[in-house]
């Protein structure tokens, strides 16, 4: 299996797997935008010559978007092999080579955010144990921050204290999101339109830095709503998936509607 390392040469004209094909679309360009300005930073983007999704992106965790404390490791972004994709063994063609390029690079070890259960968007544990990964570090309400150290005597890896740490959300819905995935590019105006329509209070917090990221108040940057300071879903929300949120919201006491 040839595998395809994205880089500034080939950036423009090779599909990124996780967003739609057309080169012009608002989420494609969006994630491209946010790649191109990881890669000098040490960003791997690497993918099977395949149709589909079959890829892995990391990066050195000191330039994660991620609030974790893991000096000289390596950070999955995501490993993400899908469909009729899976059981070719991709994955662990994929994930091999991310420790092999990271041993090289001298690397301690890996790190990978996941949760108690298989859930979208976060890896999956019952592979990443299989895989040698262990569970290191914990946040609510199911996050773990799991982690392959090439060797066991290095200090371990855990969460920055601000996930911890929800006392300046403001009240209402509070969504956390970044350019890291493609697909906050179309959903998230979908629903601050959603919330603007139905007089719901409804704040954005565009992480635009890493600095930023590596203090922001979830473990999963990429998406994160949270109502009246509580988390509520790391999961990208669709319309109809929100509109099923505010009608439970707003059988509860609140100031929304």
Same mark, same amino acid.
């Given at each position: 299996? +040839?595998?395809?390392?994205?880089?500034?040469?080939?950036?423009?004209?090779?599909?990124? =797997?996780?967003?739609? /094909?057309?080169?012009?679309?608002?989420? &494609?360009?969006? !994630?491209?935008?946010?790649?191109?300005?990881?890669?000098?930073?040490?960003?791997?983007?690497?993918? =099977?010559?395949?149709? %589909?999704?079959?890829?892995?992106?990391?990066?050195?965790?000191?330039? /994660?978007?991620? *609030?974790?404390? /893991?000096?000289?490791?390596?950070?999955?972004? =995501?490993?993400?092999?899908?469909?009729?994709? !899976?059981?070719?063994?991709?994955?662990?063609?994929?994930?091999?080579?991310?420790?092999?390029?990271?041993?090289?690079?001298?690397?301690?070890?890996?790190?990978?955010?996941?949760? !108690?259960?298989?859930? %979208? $968007?976060?890896?999956? *544990?019952?592979?990443?144990?299989?895989?040698?990964?262990?569970?290191?570090?914990?946040?609510?309400?199911?996050?773990?921050?799991? #982690?392959?150290? $090439?060797?066991?005597?290095?200090?371990?890896?855990?969460?920055?204290?601000? &996930? #911890?740490?929800?006392?300046?959300?403001?009240?209402? $819905?509070?969504?956390?999101?970044?350019?890291?995935?493609?697909?906050?590019?179309?959903?998230?105006?979908?629903?601050?339109?959603?919330?603007?329509?139905? +007089? &719901?209070?409804?704040?954005?917090?565009?992480?635009?830095?890493?600095?930023?990221?590596?203090? /922001?108040?979830? *473990? $999963?940057?990429?998406?994160?709503?949270?109502?009246?300071?509580?988390? &509520?879903?790391?999961?990208?929300?669709?319309?109809?998936?929100?509109?099923?949120?505010?009608?439970?919201?707003?059988?509860? !006491?609140?100031?929304?509607?």
């Amino acid at each position: 299996m +040839n595998l395809i390392k994205i880089t500034h040469d080939n950036l423009e004209l090779e599909h990124i =797997c996780c967003a739609l /094909a057309d080169k012009k679309d608002l989420q &494609v360009m969006s !994630k491209k935008n946010w790649l191109k300005e990881r890669l000098d930073e040490g960003l791997v983007f690497l993918k =099977c010559d395949v149709q %589909g999704k079959c890829f892995i992106e990391y990066i050195p965790a000191e330039y /994660a978007w991620a *609030p974790i404390e /893991a000096k000289d490791y390596m950070y999955i972004n =995501c490993l993400w092999v899908s469909g009729q994709l !899976k059981g070719h063994g991709y994955s662990n063609l994929l994930l091999d080579k991310c420790i092999e390029d990271s041993k090289e690079k001298g690397k301690k070890g890996l790190v990978i955010l996941s949760s !108690k259960k298989k859930m %979208g $968007f976060l890896s999956d *544990p019952k592979y990443m144990k299989y895989k040698g990964f262990k569970t290191v570090d914990t946040a609510n309400p199911y996050f773990e921050l799991m #982690y392959l150290p $090439f060797d066991e005597s290095i200090n371990k890896p855990c969460f920055n204290k601000a &996930v #911890y740490e929800h006392k300046n959300i403001p009240k209402g $819905f509070t969504l956390y999101y970044t350019n890291q995935c493609p697909f906050t590019a179309k959903y998230v105006p979908l629903l601050e339109s959603m919330a603007k329509e139905r +007089n &719901v209070v409804f704040h954005t917090v565009h992480i635009k830095t890493r600095e930023d990221a590596q203090n /922001a108040p979830t *473990p $999963f940057t990429t998406f994160a709503l949270f109502y009246d300071g509580q988390f &509520v879903t790391h999961e990208i929300l669709s319309e109809k998936k929100f509109e099923k949120i505010l009608i439970n919201k707003s059988t509860e !006491k609140s100031p929304i509607l």
